[in-house]
């Protein structure tokens, strides 16, 4: 099991009140996003865990375009990865802070 750690500061903080959320779901070949507002102004953690080594590369460019695009200042991201594309990895997250802005 690789465990990576990224942090960023994005352009500004998470819109949105609601203080975490989950998507994916990681026995599916998939992956598990949980997401919790935790940090304060636009810090932003990514905290990955996957069976799947090598692709460091691949993951730092991956959360640096996703923070670029949705500036999730605030949250705090832990992934369990069981294998997805760099594709999905994508569509989690932006579906993790889109459910952070959700009013309920």
Same mark, same amino acid.
Do not use: Y
């Given at each position: 099991?690789?465990?990576? @750690?990224? %942090? %960023?500061?994005? !352009?500004?903080?998470? /819109? ?8 994916? &779901? #990681?026995?599916?070949?998939? *992956? $598990? =996003? /949980? *997401?919790?507002? &935790? ?6 953690? =990514? %905290? ?6 090598? +692709? ?5 460019? =991956? #959360?640096?375009? +996703? ?21 999905? #990895?994508? *569509?989690?997250?932006? @579906?993790? #802070?889109? *459910?952070?802005? !959700?009013? $309920?």
């Amino acid at each position: 099991m690789e465990t990576l @750690q990224i %942090h %960023h500061d994005a !352009a500004r903080p998470a /819109l949105g009140e609601k203080p975490s959320g989950i998507t994916g &779901v #990681v026995a599916s070949g998939n *992956l $598990e =996003v /949980l *997401l919790e507002r &935790v940090l304060d102004g636009t810090r932003c953690e =990514v %905290h990955i865990k996957t069976p799947v080594g090598g +692709f460091d590369d691949v993951w730092r460019a =991956v #959360v640096a375009d +996703f923070i670029e695009r949705h500036s999730p200042g605030g949250l705090r991201i832990s992934i369990n990865d069981g294998g997805a594309r760099p594709d999905t #990895v994508s *569509l989690r997250l932006a @579906q993790g #802070v889109r *459910l952070m802005e !959700a009013t $309920e």
